[in-house]
């Protein structure tokens, strides 16, 4: 249950982009943030999912808290990683081997940057669906895609894709003082 009130759920896929931190922070996150919002307590649930991403991208350009939790995560991840590097190399090679081999896999991760922005090395894709008693709200950031269906396997609702060269992704990467690159442009 997503508050006190048993009829109301929401569910969620997060897929990191560049690292799983992301994803992590959003997927901590987004039911308090979400509840939080004057449009989720008036009942406005479209406008409160718009919202919540929204300000939640935010929160991971902006917030120095948030980059510290970032950092966190950072730093669970690449213990997580050595130490899957490390079972996985050969058994007959030396400690300095390995450890030279940790030290190049590291060596230009973000996450090893003390005052980096983790959030501007990676990203998430969401697709969430929110049930309100009868109704079902679905919603995505990233090309990620929510889809519907009834018993009758017939679609009935799916979400639009954010693909980098979509005018209005590109136009909000753009504010957001990013850059589209030819590498990134996918044509669909």
């Given amino acids: ?6 009829d109301m759920n929401l569910f969620g896929v997060f897929h990191g982009v560049g690292g799983a931190e992301v994803a992590m922070f959003v997927r901590d996150n987004i039911t308090s943030t ?14 409160a999912l718009k919202e919540c991403f929204m300000l939640l991208d935010n929160k991971l350009k902006e917030n120095e808290i948030v980059r ?3 950092l966190n995560y950072g730093q669970q991840e690449i213990s997580k990683e050595n130490k899957y590097l490390q079972d996985q190399l050969p058994q007959d090679i030396t ?3 390995k450890e030279q081999s940790s030290i190049l896999k590291t060596i230009f991760d973000p996450r090893n940057l003390t005052d980096a922005n983790i959030a501007m090395f990676s990203g998430t894709t969401v697709c969430i669906v929110l049930i309100v008693r009868n109704y079902i709200y679905i919603a995505n950031a ?10 009758d396997n017939k679609e009935i609702k799916e979400t639009k894709e954010h693909w980098p060269n979509n005018k209005d992704e590109k136009e ?15 044509n669909n």
């Fill in 95 to 97: 400690q300095n081997e």
């Fill in 34 to 47: 979400l509840i939080e919002l004057e449009s989720f307590k008036e009942e406005q649930y479209e406008d």
């Fill in 68 to 70: 510290k939790k970032l």
């Fill in 172 to 186: 909000r990467i753009e504010q957001a003082e990013g850059k589209v690159s030819e590498d990134n442009k996918i």
């Fill in 142 to 151: 990233g090309n990620s895609k929510c889809i519907l269906f009834n018993i």
């Fill in 1 to 6: 249950s997503l508050t006190d009130q048993p």
